[in-house]
Nanobody, 121 residues
Framework: QVQLAESGGGLVQAGGSLRLSCAVS????????MGWYRQAPGKQRELVAV???????DYADSVKGRFTISRDNAKNTVWLQMNSLKPEDTAVYYC???????????????WGQGTQVTVSS
């Protein structure tokens, strides 16, 4: 069974920083993309940042220049460094991993339980 364990959310003032981490555990073949999504109250879940197994990255326009995604393939872990946080960054942040259980399986999306990030003005 594949599990994603997130940590690092919390309450921070505008302009502050937080670092989220997500570790993947269980039995699986390989991890393709890893990323972070967020969902604010009353809004749809949106992509924040994504990194592939070859460490190419992509970011939502709203976080470019402020957030940095990184991963350690050996540790099956992805981080999201969030700087210059704004009140509009307030949301539940979800870790996502696209995982292939074996070479005979299609890749599937797996999700963490979510971690709350609250930015006060």
């Amino acid at each position: 069974q594949v599990q994603l364990a997130e940590s690092g959310g919390g309450l921070v003032q505008a302009g502050g920083s937080l670092r989220l981490s997500c570790a993947v555990s269980g039995r699986f073949g390989n991890i393709d993309a890893m990323g972070w999504y967020r969902q604010a109250p009353g809004k749809q879940r949106e992509l924040v940042a994504v990194t592939t197994s070859r460490r190419s990255t992509d970011y939502a326009d709203s976080v470019k220049g402020r957030f940095t995604i990184s991963r350690d393939n050996a540790k099956n872990t992805v981080w999201l460094q969030m700087n210059s946080l704004k009140p509009e960054d307030t949301a539940v942040y979800y870790c996502n991993a696209v995982i292939r259980l074996s070479i005979w399986n299609d890749a599937k999306d797996y999700w963490g339980q979510g971690t709350q990030v609250t930015v006060s003005s």
